[in-house]
């Protein structure tokens, strides 16, 4: 895979995110949480990018900031120049359409009540921009029928109610998708389909991608780039295929030496 030189997209510096334990005594504060500490990132215009580690290293507090759903105690970040840090939702307009976001759980992330036709819709009607026959043509990227489109979601697989939320993660063209552990919900048999889903729309749409897994061997195959997470903190970063073969940081041979590969299924 190439390694980008290219434009900077997605610019983090010394991110920290403490959080606070409900306090014990009417007195004093509640202990501190230090969930992310020092972070510092940068994702370039059109790189696959990975970010691994188990429960509890912090993958996911910092997927929050980087999406702009959460705030840093301190450190700054940047989408396409711009500065996202601090800024009121309102004023967040440009991101909520360039960012777009595949959840874990596709049943939870998708209303029951609501046809697919919807679903894939609504982020168009939230930004005020017309549908026209963009549900037609999402539903038969991701491989589905039309014909599915006055269908529920609870009517589907759990591989096609993944395929849905990519297509409404797609439906205002964003720069950049990001996959919150998209393929951990799934059974085993179909996880290899989606992430080849993934890699081909990205390739095929020019996308910039954010992966976050707990699975070194899933990221591997989606992208090029791969930051490892332990403890709020990065502490290994490099192309995926170096890290696989000579991980420096005795964190990343542990997590590469105990997670369960795909390598037979893919």
Not at 66 to 92: K, M
Not at 131 to 154: I, Q
Not at 218 to 223: A, E, I, K, N, Y
Request: charged content about 20%; proline content about 7%.
């Amino acid at each position: 895979m190439p390694t980008h030189a290219g434009t900077p997209l997605i610019e983090a510096q010394g991110l920290n995110r403490i959080y606070r334990r409900p306090r014990t005594s009417l007195t004093g504060q509640g202990a501190a949480v230090h969930a992310l500490r020092d972070v510092s990132l940068t994702v370039h215009q059109g790189e696959r990018y990975g970010i691994v580690g188990e429960s509890g290293s912090g993958k996911s507090t910092l997927l929050r900031l980087l999406c702009a759903l959460d705030q840093p105690t301190s450190g700054t970040i940047r989408f396409d120049g711009q500065e996202i840090t601090g800024r009121p939702e309102r004023r967040l307009r440009f991101l909520r359409e360039n960012l777009q976001i595949v959840f874990q759980d596709p049943m939870s992330s998708l209303d029951p009540r609501m046809r697919v036709r919807d679903l894939v819709a609504e982020p168009l009607a939230a930004l005020g921009l017309p549908a026209g026959d963009r549900v037609t043509e999402l539903l038969d990227a991701v491989g589905l029928s039309p014909a599915f489109a006055d269908r529920y979601p609870h009517q589907f697989s759990g591989g096609q109610r993944q395929r849905i939320a990519i297509a409404r993660a797609l439906a205002p063209r964003p720069k950049v998708l990001v996959a919150d552990e998209p393929v951990s919900a799934l059974d085993v048999s179909v996880r290899g389909q989606i992430l080849n889903l993934l890699a081909d729309l990205v390739d095929e749409l020019g996308l910039t991608l954010v992966f976050v897994s707990h699975d070194l061997s899933v990221v591997r195959h989606v992208c090029e780039t791969v930051a490892v997470m332990s403890k709020g903190e990065i502490v290994e970063t490099g192309p995926v295929d170096d890290v696989w073969a000579a991980p420096a940081h005795p964190y990343t041979q542990e997590l590469l030496a105990a997670v369960p590969t795909l390598e037979g299924l893919l």
